[in-house]
């Protein structure tokens, strides 16, 4: 299986400690199988792999993972970014109603969402009303009507008397699409979600349609609905609807078959929009908010994998935790030294909240380490690697002079290494505190 190979590159690459271009290459070919598996697009594939080679090769080496483990964690992170990041939720208008008009190919499942999303709606104390728009198919207002009596959703259609199957409801999508917006205002109803037609192929005449409906009524909301299972064909039908109607969101459809969505990621790098549903099947409730994280585990199918780097991450940073609260704990004299592995750790995560959030008693650090951004930690980084070993574990010893060969060391004034020294002086008087278990009533400390 992939995860085996990967497991196999993985032990080639562990330990060598520093990532090299052929160690990249061995896992971005595993990266490209799996995302072309996944049906992504070539050219998407082809261009996704180039930015992950670019950012493997300036990345800094984590002690936590190993390289090939470094590289997928980085995959995984441009995919969720490129997927959207976070989920992203309908955005209401500040004046209802909120319009939102479905756009997509024929058979997408367009009419399907409509009555699911309105169900949706419904259950978060909306009061949605359904807009027929689709005139162009037998049947497709009889659809709409069928699944708006699901969710309990009133549809408005200016042709209800459409008797056989065979028969095509006549009349203008775009003044339906109009009254279909003035009724939900005399009705009050907040929301409206217009279904619209589609044909097999792109095709400029109903993308016009689909335009016009969105211009007549200013549709808030466009939602490009697209079947997972569409594979190469994603990125040319969806930069077509993005030209031609503009939308705001995908809705990734049939993800309950065993397509993988690399449609998902096709969509989203070509047009930039946010995927934000997800269909898995015909039922009313086979429909959930889009997570770009999950989605990403499906698109690599590697999560053990990616469940392995969260693992070794966690237990990475615990140790590092436990290590400085044992430290604490034996009333150890803290050194410039542990004060640098602190400051890099923060780098590292972004925010120490994490290793705080690990030491019982810790908080009042917080507002200590927020004084540093990646800047000052760079700046601090060097000034105490101009220091001398000595220097570092007892920095009592830094004198006048030192200060002085310090400071031209490491490229920044004396001011500076002054400043470094009084802040080392107050976290260390805080971490015997905390040893003692004085952490109430902390005094804050003063900013730089
Ligand atoms: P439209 O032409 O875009 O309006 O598509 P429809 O809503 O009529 O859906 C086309 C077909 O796909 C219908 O048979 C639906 O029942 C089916 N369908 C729609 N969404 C899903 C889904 O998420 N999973 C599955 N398995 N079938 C779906
Ligand atoms: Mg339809």
Redesign the pocket.
Known sequence: SLSDRLTATFKNLRGKGKLTEADIDGTAREIRRALLDADVAVPVVREFIGRIKERAMGAEVSEALNPGQQVVKIVNEELVGILGGQTRELQFAKQPPTIIMLA??????????AGKLAFHLKNKGHAPLLVAC?LQ?PN?VR?LQVGGERANVPVYAPHPGVSSEAEVPTGDPVAVARDGVATAREKLHDVVII?TA?RLGVDSELMQQAADIKAAVGAHETLF?IDAMIGQDAVNTAQAFNEGVDFTGVVL?????DARGGAALSVAQVTGKPVMYA????GLK?FEVFHPDRMARRILDMGDVLSLIEQAEASWDKAEAEKMAKKFADQEDFTLEDFLSQMQQLKKMGSMKKLLGMMPGAQGMRQQLDQFDDASIGRIEAIIYSMTPHERNAPKIINGSRRARIAKGSGVHVSEVNMLLERFGQAQKMMKKMAGGGMPGMPGMPGG
């Open positions: 997509g190919l024929q058979g997408a499942g367009k009419t399907t969402l689709d198919r497709a659809q279904d589609g609905v459809t049939k993800l309950d078959g269909s898995t099947g015909e086979d």
